[in-house]
């Protein structure tokens, strides 16, 4: 399907006199905020502590996570779903190798990032390394950033 060049040019027209007056899409203290959001949840995967990881979700909004042909909505769910997978890990490696954040708005922000890591088991074996693929949706509730989708791929 083809859409016609003055479709797009209104389009981006349109979208382009949507955007708040002042509007950074590279504010530096949003993306400072959700980095640090992110390092704390990194930090957290490395103690294979779900809660850490997960406390970027916290409040009143819903979070929903989607891997492979899996999708878990709800926070309660998922951490549920995190701990017994955890519960089996005695160690997490997990290294970020590229990051970006986009401002999409004063309130929306987007988290791309690409991890290495492995995992020892309670039996001491330990993983080869694999590269994960993030995608992490944050807005802003009462002035606090929340993570409400977040999506991994893996790849060996």
């Known amino acids: 399907m083809r859409i016609p060049m003055p479709t797009l040019i209104a389009f981006a027209a349109l979208t382009a006199a949507c955007q708040p007056a002042g509007f950074d899409p590279d504010d530096p203290t949003i993306v400072a905020a959700i980095d640090s959001i992110v390092a704390d949840a990194m930090e957290g995967a490395r103690e294979v502590d779900a809660d850490r990881v997960l406390a970027m979700a916290e409040g009143d909004g819903e979070l929903t996570f989607i891997t492979g042909d899996v999708m878990v909505s709800g926070l309660e769910l998922l951490r549920e ?66 993570a409400r989708h977040a999506h991994q791929s893996f790849t060996p």
């Open 81 to 146: 779903s995190s701990r017994a997978t955890y519960a089996g890990l005695e160690s997490q490696g997990m290294d970020l190798i590229e990051k970006r954040v986009r401002v999409l708005s004063p309130d929306v922000a987007v988290v791309l990032a690409i991890s290495e890591g492995d995992y020892t088991d309670k039996d001491g074996w330990t993983s080869e390394p694999i590269r994960i693929g993030h995608t992490i949706i944050f807005v802003r509730e009462n002035g606090q950033w929340r």
